[in-house]
């Protein structure tokens, strides 16, 4: 971690502009269904504020691609942020503009601000430079606490960052870039990955580089049925991707020349309609009726990985196992999160790569038993394949300033 953070700087009568990844899950009333990247971005704002700052908090949520919808303001997040810091947070109805200028000219330190969502203008996305000027011009130092964004190149994670002498990491962009650097660099062993999600395309960098990192690598979800499909096994009717068979020919070859320990499942919970009441059940891996999808790992499967996974020391997961938004195809995906919690209460070093994973940890109610559950779904995915994300590279330098 070679960046300056907020533990170097002493933020009293300065204004602070925070992009934060408030990117909550909302209900049809629009009320959050779970607050935890709010949670997670406490310890930043807490900190400037003590120190006497203000905070000038932005962040998008959803893709409403430029254009103002109501479904999407960050309103309630405003209301859940007041509750949790015990203090009024002012709500700006733009992230640009007089209303977000006066709001801001009107601060005291120790105030917070939250503006509305920054991608209800395109400049946002586009990483525009007027529109990342403007933004800017609402503060005097700039903190970056989104590492779910850091993957980015927009104007609140990149554009806007020419516009300070500073642009700090924040506490939870810290904790990111430290657990992941640590499994990237020298993690205890044995080392273990799980992988799932719906495509291998999605993640061929990142099965390429861990293939020369773990010693095991198992691969569940909709993306095993490529690998199946290449193996020669039945998969019915399951997911597949035909462009990417003869990639996983070539994954499973090398799994056979090295010292890596490739796994897949042994059987799988499959249906004809992929629904929340259709009839389910368990079959081989390498045998599934045509007509059938496989939508989850069975139990003998959860049963065989768990002693894979006996004795592991570091465990990085990251996707699902199954169709995990249909309640009954998420069990696997459920158990794979309770065998982390286990592994971790054995001294194990886990981390869980956001998204899919990530939730179905929370469900689990074992958050705060992991070692770390990353924010970023595709940005912990960026810095698994090694790839620089550009939110990261736009943050100063340690080397380039002092403390102040």
Same mark, same amino acid.
């Given at each position: ?72 303001? /960050? ?7 007041? &509750? ?18 006066? /709001? ?8 917070? /601000?939250?503006? &509305? ?7 946002? #996305?586009?990483? %525009?430079?007027?529109?990342?000027? !403007?933004?800017? @011009? ?18 609140? $994670? ?36 799980? =992988?799932?999600?719906? !495509? ?9 580089? =861990? ?5 095991? =690598? ?20 399951? /997911? ?9 020919? %070539? ?5 056979? %020349? ?16 992929? $629904? ?13 009726? %045509?007509?059938? !999808? ?8 959860? *049963? ?52 899919? @994973?990530?939730?179905?940890?929370? *469900? ?33 330098? *340690?080397?380039?300033?002092? #403390?102040?």
């Amino acid at each position: 971690m070679n960046k300056v953070t907020v533990a170097d700087i002493n933020f009293r009568g300065r204004k602070v502009l925070l992009r934060v990844d408030f990117n909550v899950p909302l209900d049809e009333r629009r009320h959050i269904r779970a607050d935890h990247r709010i949670q997670t971005a406490l310890p930043t704002i807490r900190k400037i504020l003590g120190d006497g700052g203000m905070v000038i908090a932005c962040s998008h949520l959803g893709r409403p691609k430029g254009k103002h919808v109501p479904e999407m303001s /960050l309103k309630p997040v405003a209301d859940r942020l007041s &509750e949790l810091l015990g203090q009024t947070v002012t709500f700006a109805e733009d992230c640009i503009g007089p209303e977000a200028a006066n /709001l801001v000219g009107r601060m005291e330190n120790g105030d917070c /601000l939250l503006l &509305e969502n920054l991608r209800f203008h395109q400049g946002e #996305t586009e990483n %525009d430079p007027e529109f990342a000027r !403007k933004l800017a @011009s609402l503060g005097d130092i700039y903190v970056n606490d989104a590492f779910g964004t850091a993957h980015r190149a927009h104007a609140s $994670t990149v554009g806007v960052t020419q516009y300070f002498d500073q642009a700090l990491a924040g506490f939870l962009m810290e904790k990111e870039l430290r657990y992941l650097s640590q499994v990237m660099g020298k993690p205890a062993r044995p080392y273990a990955a799980i =992988l799932g999600g719906a !495509k291998i395309s999605g993640k061929i960098g990142v099965v390429t580089l =861990l293939m020369d990192q773990v010693d095991t =690598l198992i691969i569940g979800g909709g993306m095993a049925f490529t690998f199946a499909r290449a193996m020669g096994h039945k998969i019915g009717d399951s /997911l597949v991707e035909e462009e990417q068979i003869e990639l996983a020919r %070539d994954i499973l070859a090398k799994g056979r %020349d090295s010292k890596v320990n490739l796994v897949f499942p042994t059987d799988i919970v499959v249906t004809k309609e992929i $629904t929340e009441d259709a009839k389910s059940e368990v079959v081989p891996f390498d045998a599934i009726p %045509d007509g059938m !999808k496989g939508v989850d790992i069975g139990p003998d499967s959860i *049963r065989h990985f768990g002693e894979v996974l006996e004795g592991s020391r570091t465990v990085v997961w990251n996707g699902p196992m199954g169709i995990c938004e249909i309640p009954q195809f998420a069990r696997g995906t459920i158990e794979m999160a309770k065998l982390m919690g286990k592994l971790t209460k054995t001294g194990a070093t886990t981390v869980v790569g956001g998204g899919d @994973s990530a939730a179905a940890v929370d *469900r689990a109610g074992l958050h705060d038993v992991m070692t770390h559950v990353s924010t970023g779904g595709g940005a912990t995915l960026k810095f698994l394949e090694g790839k620089t994300l550009p939110g990261v590279a736009a943050l100063t330098d *340690r080397v380039t300033v002092g #403390t102040v």
